[in-house]
Structure formats: structure tokens, C-alpha cells
């Protein structure tokens, strides 16, 4: 019986670290499923959820070229399908409606109105945007470099 990924297989558990458990699949096969795919919640201390003889359904996850098998519990549980979100499509021109939620900040002066604000002239407000942001960049940074250097001791630092 040839391993391939994604086979969902039957074993029991031969053994148990502190970052596994070891997992018999017949046939001299042996895996390891990680301490992260044990369970979909936190698990602290493996040996409060699995037990050196415990029969325990896995999927296979990896196989190595060194015979190393990757094997999840957590992915071989079978789970409710989530209910799925529908979203609509805005009319052209307008964002849709979002309740408690503020428009997006213009720093050319307030709330933006059409749909995001990239219009005819969007690479001219892009590069005033990007030479105000640079600009404050670099006003924070020669501030931040001013009040630190004296703490560190630097060259030209404040004294007290």
C-alpha cells in the first residue's frame, strides 16, 4: 500500500513526545502528527488528548523522499460547512453602503465623495499624497533621532 498525500488513514497511536505523537499505520509505516495538528483549539500537554494506544483517524499531509510521514487529526475531523457570506456588487460609481463605518480620510481636506477618489487627475493626487507623507516621514524621524541620541549618549546629544 503506497502513502499519498491527502489519504485519509486509520492508525494507533505507538507513542508520544512533547511536540507529537507517533502514529502506526500497518505495514511498517510509522508517522508523526505535529502537536499543532492534534486539535483546532490550543493543545498545552499532548497526553490530555491522546493516549499511547489510541485508535485515531489521519490524513496524510507529507511524505518525504527520507520516508518521514506528515500525517494532521485535525484535518480528518469531518467539520459542519460554514455558512458562506454573500456579498452584492455596488452600482457603478458608488461604494456600498456599510453601517458605523466613517468614509475614508482625504488629506486634501475631509471625507472623500466618489467611490475611492481616483479620477482624471488621480497621478497628481497620488504624488502630492506621497511628497506630504515623505515629508512627514522625515519630519518624524529627524525628531525621533533628536530625543534619542541624547539618552544614548551619542555624538551631539543633549546634556543635563
Do not use: C
Not at 51 to 56: A, L
Not at 64 to 76: F, H, T
Not at 95 to 119: D, E
Amino acid at each position: 500500500m503506497a502513502i499519498e498525500v491527502g489519504a485519509k488513514l486509520q492508525g494507533k497511536v505507538s507513542g508520544i513526545t512533547n511536540f507529537g505523537a507517533f502514529v502506526d499505520l500497518g505495514e511498517r509505516k510509522t508517522g508523526l502528527v505535529h502537536i499543532s495538528e492534534v486539535s483546532d483549539g490550543y493543545v498545552k500537554d499532548i497526553n490530555d488528548v491522546l493516549k499511547v494506544g489510541d485508535e485515531v483517524t489521519v490524513v496524510v499531509t507529507t511524505v518525504g523522499n527520507d520516508g518521514k510521514i506528515g500525517l494532521s487529526i485535525r484535518k480528518a475531523q469531518d467539520k459542519p460547512q460554514q455558512e458562506k457570506r454573500e456579498f452584492t456588487k455596488a452600482p457603478a460609481g458608488k461604494a456600498p453602503a456599510r453601517s458605523g463605518q466613517k468614509k475614508p480620510f482625504n488629506r486634501s481636506g475631509g471625507n472623500q465623495s466618489r467611490g475611492g477618489g481616483f479620477g482624471n487627475d488621480s497621478k497628481q493626487d497620488f504624488d502630492s499624497l506621497m511628497s506630504s507623507f515623505l515629508k512627514d516621514s522625515d519630519d518624524r524621524l529627524s525628531s525621533l533621532r533628536r530625543n534619542t541620541e541624547g539618552k544614548r549618549g551619542g555624538r551631539g546629544g543633549r546634556r543635563n
